[in-house]
């Protein structure tokens, strides 16, 4: 998503809010108040987007778990980005932070480790503070803690990469690629449920 909203989209991020407070405290500076516009709202949509999951944890009443209502509406938020031309790519950018929004108040952890799937900051500390423990302590527990946070950037690079291919060859619908792998999700969840009880 960030791959796609940064090459597609104007070089805003998608998920990367620090880079976003970065480039508007920029603008601001240099007196470029409305291009600053274009990293206020996604910033704001972003925090948006966790207030909203935050809301449907709380008061969800469905048969769905609300982690799949999180990835279901994500889903169809960045099928309709697809659609948005690109002289409205405030909108895009805006709609697109706030699924991921969603996505990183939804999913903060794997195995009981906490991470960020949106951004690696946190991940790098992480990885690389279990990997110094494993090494100092021999603890096989810091080496898998270690090794899902720098899976965790793994996929993300790939993701850049993958985005940009994809952004080259599809141009705004390179986006629909990830709706995809949200619905697919979406359906795996149905799977793991039944499976836990």
């Not at 996604?42 to 809301?55: E, K, S």
């Not at 949106?118 to 021999?138: A, D, P, Q, S, V």
């Not at 899976?151 to 390179?174: D, H, K, T």
Request: contains cysteine.
């Amino acid at each position: 998503m960030d791959a796609y909203s940064y090459i597609a989209r104007g070089k805003v991020f998608a998920n990367a809010q620090t880079g976003n407070i970065l480039l508007l405290g920029i603008h601001l500076s240099q007196g470029h108040y409305n291009q600053a516009l274009y990293y206020i709202f996604p910033d704001f949509a972003f925090a948006l987007g966790i207030a909203l999951t935050a809301i449907v944890r709380i008061h969800n009443q469905s048969h769905l778990h609300w982690r799949q209502i999180s990835v279901f509406v994500e889903g169809i938020i960045l099928l309709f980005v697809a659609f948005i031309p690109f002289h409205m790519n405030l909108l895009a950018n805006s709609l697109t932070s706030f699924a991921c929004g969603i996505q990183v108040q939804s999913f903060r952890k794997i195995h009981e480790t906490p991470l960020a799937t949106t951004m690696c900051i946190g991940n790098l500390r992480g990885g690389t503070e279990n990997l110094c423990h494993y090494f100092i302590k021999k603890e096989r527990n810091y080496l898998e803690k270690g090794l899902i946070y720098y899976g965790i950037i793994f996929f993300f690079i790939l993701g850049a990469i993958l985005g940009n291919i994809f952004v080259s060859y599809y141009s705004r619908y390179a986006i629909m690629i990830c709706s995809l792998l949200l619905m697919i999700s979406f359906i795996i969840m149905f799977k793991d449920r039944e499976n836990e009880k």
